[in-house]
């Protein structure tokens, strides 16, 4: 009966050493565990700055980009009314017709005529670079918005990688201990 006792005393202390060693085993785990949660947690927090960051950049570039793009085309707006009122006078005075002036001119004054003409030119090459202006900042536009939406994607894609790789270290850990 003694002998009985002694080997399930033995067995019992050999059961309670495994048991006390996989103890150790799983607090250094855990241990691992939360500072690895820590690093992942202050990383997470320093994307999200960074990207809310960017993505704040980038906003007001928009917005600044969409106010010059609303200003270029207030001008062409103004700038193709103009031009439109110049064709009218350029018809007018070749056709001989003066009376835009409010006050009537002799049909021989040829200097007028070509002052319109010259006026009228300028004011098309001015149009066709505001126009060309406006094209371009609504592609920077257009840029920038994609930029945005590629960096919301990143910073998504960043976060689910993120739990995917804690789960995935987690349970090769746990797979290797056992």
């Known amino acids: 009966m003694e002998r009985e006792l002694q080997e399930r005393f033995q067995t019992e202390q050999a059961s309670h050493l495994k048991i006390a060693h996989e103890k150790q085993h799983l607090e250094r785990v855990c241990a691992e565990l939360r500072e690895e949660n820590s690093i992942l947690n202050l990383e997470g927090r320093k994307v999200k700055d960074t990207v809310r960051e ?3 950049k980038q906003e007001r570039e928009i917005e600044k980009l969409k106010k010059t793009n609303d200003e270029y085309r207030e001008i062409v707006h103004n ?3 103009e031009m439109e009122r110049l064709k009218r006078v350029n018809k007018s005075v070749k056709n001989g017709d003066f009376s835009y ?3 009537p001119v002799e049909k021989s004054d040829e200097t007028t005529g070509q002052d319109v ?3 009228s030119d300028k004011l098309e090459v001015e149009l066709a670079k505001c126009k060309l202006d406006l094209v371009e900042s609504q592609c920077k ?3 920038l918005e994609h930029s945005l939406g590629e960096n919301v994607r990143e910073m998504n ?3 689910n990688r ?3 790789s804690r789960f995935n270290s987690t349970s090769s850990r746990n797979n290797s201990g056992d």
């Open 162 to 164: 993120s739990w995917l």
């Open 117 to 119: 003409m010259s006026a």
């Open 54 to 56: 960017e993505m704040s």
């Open 141 to 143: 536009v257009q840029e």
């Open 79 to 81: 700038l193709s009314a």
């Open 101 to 103: 002036l409010g006050e």
């Open 157 to 159: 894609g960043l976060k």
